[in-house]
């Protein structure tokens, strides 16, 4: 069998036995028809409970610790959440509920946080996790993970990758990510990237993005996959497009209606030159943002312009200081990122913990200078507003999602607090930016539907999940002809 029909058949394996997550026939990558859901690795775990929680229309959260991110609904030290047909209907003290056919999460110990958003993750690259650990953008990463590893994935792959991240993030209470999809090679990559995400059931921007070779169809291929996969708003998936500093590839954007999303560092000339030419619009996304002028900070103000920060990443792989205080100097609140699991932890836990610590050593460094009249420090609920609410801004997604507002969207997470790592809870924002981890996501949900549910991923076979991943990367690895250190 050559390495292609391999890579197939074990795609297929998979898929038949369930991937696609929902009940029926599934269309999946290549043309393969998921119908037999007899063994199928995604099943409803035989749990009564669970099982009348995701068969239900109203679903009460009960007695938690809420944190809502929104400042006109407020904060309870214990409260409770009225979920309808996927959504927020009510949130107070004590709701009185008669209808029978509800279901109950005892939300006692916990807080309850909107999910989390998650604004710039080359999702793909989950096949990669932890490979370039001790490697800088240029050259490790440009070299063995753009130029190498990248090029050698096929759609089945592709689709892999996508799968396990978004399991992953899943896991870890991320509810939304921006996926920038950087191996569009063929139009099938393109397809199974969508797939995949579909088949996880995360919230997602698909951030469609070049690829190599040949059979790319880059950029040319928006129309197609806007027209076949994103006809309505109404659904989790929606469309963005991964670009250069290119007018062609902006003019496209606009032509098309969806936002830009764009890496970058040390071009503010360039940035200001699309300015110029009127190609900004709001709700553009624009990502690290390290060794940018002052002219092209109010610029992307101006015109709207949302920025991701990947803070973890920035200092890790040498791309610059991450530019948090010069965003809130020029008066723009960031949403977070984690960017990619092959050299750092895609949990946010992470993220807002380096950069709540990242900002307090910068002020504390400059009053040690002697400056006066510094900006304020950043506090544990900031951290908690960059990662839901702003997250949501910047993927353009906060009209449904990013806070705990009745009349949204219900992507939630519940965390433990009653664990010997975090237990008394004497402060609840404090607690989960620079207490807890991701073994404190206990539920999550996303548009209602309960994706995790005490402690594990509904219904997902993770060991068959992770043999798969693991052939796929083997598969990568040897078509790139790449060896991995192990033990490095």
Request: net charge neutral; with cysteine.
């Amino acid at each position: 069998m050559c390495d292609h029909d391999a890579a197939e058949a074990s795609r297929r394996a998979f898929l038949k036995a369930g991937a696609g997550l929902a009940a029926g026939a599934v269309t999946l990558p290549g043309g393969a028809f998921a119908q037999d859901q007899q063994n199928a690795i995604v099943r409803v775990a035989p749990d009564a409970e669970l099982a009348r929680l995701l068969g239900a229309r109203r679903i009460l959260i009960r007695g938690g610790v809420v944190l809502s991110l929104d400042r006109q609904v407020g904060d309870f030290a214990r409260a409770d959440l009225l979920l309808e047909d996927g959504k927020i209907k009510e949130i107070k003290p004590d709701i009185a509920l008669a209808d029978a056919n509800a279901a109950m999460i005892d939300a006692t110990n916990r807080i309850v946080i909107p999910g989390f958003v998650d604004t710039h993750s080359h999702s793909y690259q989950g096949l990669l996790r932890n490979i370039l650990t001790n490697g800088v953008l240029n050259p490790d990463y440009n070299r063995d993970i753009q130029s190498t590893l990248t090029p050698a994935y096929l759609a089945s792959d592709a689709y892999m990758g996508v799968l396990v991240t978004a399991f992953g993030l899943l896991d870890m209470g991320t509810t939304t990510i921006v996926d920038i999809s950087q191996v569009s090679h063929t139009p099938q990559h393109s397809d199974a990237c969508i797939q995949a995400l579909k088949d996880a059931g995360i919230r997602a921007v698909y951030a469609y993005y070049r690829g190599a070779g040949p059979a790319t169809q880059y950029p040319q291929d928006i129309t197609r996959l806007q027209r076949t996969y994103f006809s309505t708003k109404d659904q989790l998936l929606t469309l963005a497009l991964g670009t250069s500093i290119d007018a062609k590839l902006y003019g496209l954007a606009r032509e098309v209606g969806v936002p830009a999303v764009l890496h970058i560092n040390n071009l503010s000339a360039q940035i200001l030159e699309l300015g110029r030419a009127g190609l900004l619009r709001p709700g553009d996304e624009y990502i690290h943002c390290t060794h940018l002028s002052d002219d092209a900070w109010r610029l992307i103000r101006d015109s709207g312009g949302r920025i991701s920060l990947s803070t973890e990443i920035e200092m890790a792989m040498g791309q610059g200081l991450p530019a948090i205080q010069q965003a809130l100097d020029h008066g723009v609140r960031p949403s977070l990122s984690s960017d990619h699991g092959a050299t750092v932890a895609q949990d946010f836990f992470s993220v807002m913990r380096a950069t709540f610590t990242l900002q307090h050593l910068q002020l504390f460094q400059r009053a040690f200078a002697g400056e006066q009249n510094l900006p304020p420090r950043l506090s544990p609920r900031d951290m908690l507003e960059f990662a839901t609410i702003e997250g949501a801004r910047c993927a353009n997604l906060d009209a449904k999602i990013g806070s705990l507002t009745p009349g949204k969207d219900a992507d939630i997470v519940l965390l433990a607090a009653d664990r010997i790592s975090v237990w008394p809870l004497n402060n609840a924002p404090g607690a989960v930016v620079n207490l807890m981890n991701p073994s404190n996501v206990e539920t999550v949900l996303v548009a209602g539907k309960v994706k995790k549910w005490r402690g594990n991923l509904v219904g997902l076979d993770v060991p068959h999940l992770l043999r798969l991943v693991g052939e796929a990367r083997d598969r990568v690895l040897a078509r790139a002809g790449f060896r991995m250190n192990l033990l490095g």
